[in-house]
């Protein structure tokens, strides 16, 4: 009988739960992922063996020509043989580990075999397990080790013949979820909420072959979904091309098993800053190009700012706010042909002023941006500010009708309240992603109703921008028609809205002062 989303699903968590009494619950995804992907990996192979020892007369055959048809008409992986101390000899899969817990040494042990597939399988899984620092008997004993893998291998087997990959991968998801809902900003650091992730992939919308590229990428979420949504569109997800670079190896690794548990092998994930140190280049040294990027990368992080990079249109940002930098390398990282970019980010960036205001006029100068989305506050588990969405593509990609402007919709009412945070429905969704493909009137108003359920869409010219002085502030090209009820949110917005605003005074003052020879003035 098919194992049930929700058979798999409780069976994981009380694995996961094991590990209350040994570390907080942000950390539980150190030790249950890897352990959970080492399960599947050695569930297939054995799956996979037993097919093979059924099917073939190991009586004809020599050890040499056994293995030479296993792993190649088998088996996609290896599971290597190791030994133990008295030198018998035992592989390192699940199984075997798994009937030496009540030994001594059992994290040695486990480390020693996740070494060994890693090392088996270098194209594939090179890295794959990150620093197995839980392996340490300093850091989780061994009775809760064992207590872990005894309460997983109650979970039904892992495998295609027993079940589907939406299955296997839903419940990774699952458990990516679970842990941040319930530990705050460490898990939600790799964690972009499903429904955010659903909407820019909408929005960008991948098609058959294409690349998808994530140069902040977490657990790979914003990857996968591109895959599934291709798929539930009739398309075939399998055949895109995925790229993400992701600075914590830990949580590379993560990417990786998650894209593995979702039959995803398309993919390429590396390890490393992207700003200092981007991963993916063409062979002149300039970074590759996609068909499709986006990201939610860490808020208003602090940097080393860019001496002399190509990637710096418009300047260089500021070191306490690198948002603009991870804009920059994305519109560097777009096909010049089809390729179009989303990002996720604060809305301090739509009208903070400095080397910030240079970068955006640069680039509305330039037409790259397509659109500007405001978002709910309080839908991100790492922080309660509201956040926007902004869109990318090269002018020649964009439509006639939306060249030589931005379209502005505002969303941040579309939300129902959860447990924790807000969310986004499915009908939020489909709502927004409507207006973002609406047509205009003359004016720039969305045709038909305006406003109607919290939404409102409007075609601003560069014309009206620029008098405005490039301040992309939704708030100053979209009016809501009825009275809105100010929240935190609103009022953090607002607050920077006006510190923005007073400082550009305060520079303008200092400017006509010092061009007067008048010195001495300081904030």
Same mark, same amino acid.
């Given at each position: 009988?098919?194992?049930?989303?929700?058979?798999?699903?409780?069976?994981?968590?009380?694995?996961?739960?094991?590990?209350?009494?040994?570390?907080?619950?942000?950390?539980?995804?150190?030790?249950?992922?890897?352990?959970?992907?080492?399960?599947?990996?050695?569930?297939? !192979?054995?799956?996979?063996?037993?097919?093979?020892?059924?099917?073939?007369?190991?009586?004809?055959?020599?050890?040499?020509?056994?293995?030479?048809?296993?792993?190649?008409?088998?088996?996609?992986?290896?599971?290597?043989?190791?030994?133990?101390?008295?030198?018998?000899?035992?592989?390192?899969? !699940?199984?075997?580990?798994?009937?030496?817990?009540?030994?001594?040494?059992?994290?040695?042990?486990?480390?020693?075999?996740?070494?060994?597939?890693?090392?088996?399988?270098?194209?594939?899984?090179?890295?794959?397990?990150?620093?197995?620092?839980?392996?340490?008997?300093?850091?989780?004993?061994?009775?809760?080790?064992?207590?872990?893998?005894?309460?997983?291998?109650?979970?039904?087997?892992?495998?295609?013949?027993?079940?589907?990959?939406?299955?296997?991968?839903?419940?990774?998801?699952?458990?990516?979820?679970?842990?941040?809902?319930?530990?705050?900003?460490?898990?939600?650091?790799?964690?972009?909420?499903?429904?955010?992730?659903?909407?820019?992939?909408?929005?960008?919308?991948?098609?058959?072959?294409?690349?998808?590229?994530?140069?902040?990428?977490?657990?790979?979420?914003?990857?996968?979904?591109?895959?599934?949504?291709?798929?539930?569109?009739?398309?075939?997800?399998?055949?895109?091309?995925?790229?993400?670079?992701?600075?914590?190896?830990?949580?590379?690794?993560?990417?990786?098993?998650?894209?593995?548990?979702?039959?995803?092998?398309?993919?390429?994930?590396?390890?490393?800053?992207?700003?200092?140190?981007?991963?993916?280049?063409?062979?002149?040294?300039?970074?590759?190009?996609?068909?499709?990027?986006?990201?939610?990368?860490?808020?208003?992080?602090?940097?080393?700012? !860019?001496?002399?990079?190509?990637?710096?249109?418009?300047?260089?940002?500021?070191?306490?706010?690198?948002? !603009?930098?991870?804009?920059?390398?994305?519109?560097?990282?777009?096909?010049?042909?089809?390729?179009?970019?989303?990002?996720?980010?604060?809305?301090?960036?739509?009208?903070?002023?400095?080397?910030?205001?240079?970068?955006?006029?640069?680039?509305?100068?330039?037409?790259?941006?397509?659109?500007?989305?405001?978002?709910?506050?309080?839908?991100?588990?790492?922080?309660?500010?509201?956040?926007?969405?902004?869109?990318?593509?090269?002018?020649?990609?964009?439509?006639?009708?939306?060249?030589?402007?931005?379209?502005?919709?505002?969303?941040?009412?579309?939300?129902?309240?959860?447990?924790?945070?807000?969310?986004?429905?499915?009908?939020?969704?489909?709502?927004?992603?409507?207006?973002?493909?609406?047509?205009?009137?003359?004016?720039?108003?969305?045709?038909?109703?305006?406003?109607?359920?919290?939404?409102?869409?409007?075609?601003?010219?560069?014309?009206?921008?620029?008098?405005?002085?490039?301040?992309?502030?939704?708030?100053?090209?979209?009016?809501?028609?009825?009275?809105?009820?100010?929240?935190?949110?609103?009022?953090?917005?607002?607050?920077?809205?006006?510190?923005?605003?007073?400082?550009?005074?305060?520079?303008?003052?200092?400017?006509?002062?010092?061009?007067?020879?008048?010195?001495?003035?300081?904030?």
């Amino acid at each position: 009988m098919a194992v049930t989303q929700q058979e798999i699903e409780n069976r994981l968590w009380d694995a996961a739960d094991e590990l209350r009494v040994a570390m907080p619950e942000a950390q539980y995804s150190s030790v249950v992922f890897p352990l959970m992907f080492w399960k599947y990996l050695s569930d297939t !192979w054995e799956h996979h063996h037993q097919e093979f020892l059924d099917e073939n007369d190991l009586d004809d055959l020599s050890a040499e020509e056994a293995r030479e048809i296993e792993y190649r008409d088998y088996q996609s992986f290896e599971i290597p043989l190791i030994y133990s101390n008295t030198v018998a000899e035992r592989r390192a899969s !699940w199984s075997s580990i798994l009937a030496t817990v009540t030994q001594p040494g059992l994290g040695q042990r486990v480390r020693a075999s996740l070494q060994a597939i890693e090392t088996a399988n270098p194209d594939k899984f090179s890295r794959l397990f990150g620093s197995m620092t839980w392996t340490s008997e300093e850091v989780l004993s061994g009775e809760v080790l064992a207590a872990v893998m005894q309460a997983m291998d109650r979970t039904p087997k892992m495998h295609e013949g027993n079940m589907s990959y939406d299955v296997l991968g839903g419940a990774y998801e699952y458990l990516l979820k679970r842990f941040s809902d319930g530990s705050g900003t460490r898990a939600g650091q790799f964690f972009t909420p499903r429904e955010v992730v659903e909407l820019l992939v909408e929005i960008l919308d991948p098609q058959n072959f294409e690349s998808v590229y994530d140069p902040t990428c977490g657990s790979g979420g914003m990857l996968i979904a591109s895959a599934n949504l291709l798929k539930a569109h009739g398309g075939r997800g399998y055949t895109l091309s995925l790229y993400g670079q992701e600075a914590v190896s830990d949580t590379a690794g993560v990417a990786r098993m998650n894209l593995f548990m979702h039959n995803l092998t398309q993919f390429q994930v590396e390890v490393g800053d992207t700003l200092k140190d981007p991963r993916f280049k063409k062979p002149d040294g300039s970074v590759a190009q996609f068909d499709v990027i986006l990201a939610n990368p860490p808020y208003s992080l602090k940097w080393k700012p !860019w001496a002399n990079d190509p990637r710096a249109i418009g300047g260089v940002a500021p070191p306490k706010f690198a948002d !603009w930098a991870f804009v920059q390398h994305m519109i560097a990282s777009m096909d010049p042909k089809k390729g179009r970019a989303g990002i996720v980010l604060p809305h301090g960036v739509l009208f903070r002023g400095g080397e910030e205001e240079a970068i955006r006029r640069r680039v509305l100068d330039n037409d790259l941006l397509e659109a500007v989305i405001g978002l709910p506050a309080n839908l991100f588990y790492s922080t309660p500010i509201p956040t926007c969405i902004l869109v990318f593509r090269a002018p020649d990609t964009k439509a006639s009708e939306r060249q030589e402007g931005v379209l502005f919709i505002e969303a941040s009412k579309r939300f129902a309240k959860a447990k924790n945070r807000n969310i986004l429905t499915g009908a939020d969704i489909a709502d927004i992603v409507t207006a973002y493909h609406s047509k205009f009137d003359a004016d720039g108003n969305l045709m038909g109703p305006d406003g109607e359920g919290g939404l409102a869409a409007r075609f601003v010219s560069m014309t009206e921008i620029v008098t405005n002085g490039y301040d992309l502030n939704i708030g100053r090209y979209i009016k809501q028609a009825a009275a809105e009820q100010e929240d935190l949110g609103t009022l953090i917005d607002a607050y920077n809205l006006a510190r923005a605003e007073r400082q550009k005074a305060e520079q303008r003052m200092l400017d006509v002062l010092a061009a007067a020879g008048i010195e001495g003035f300081d904030e």
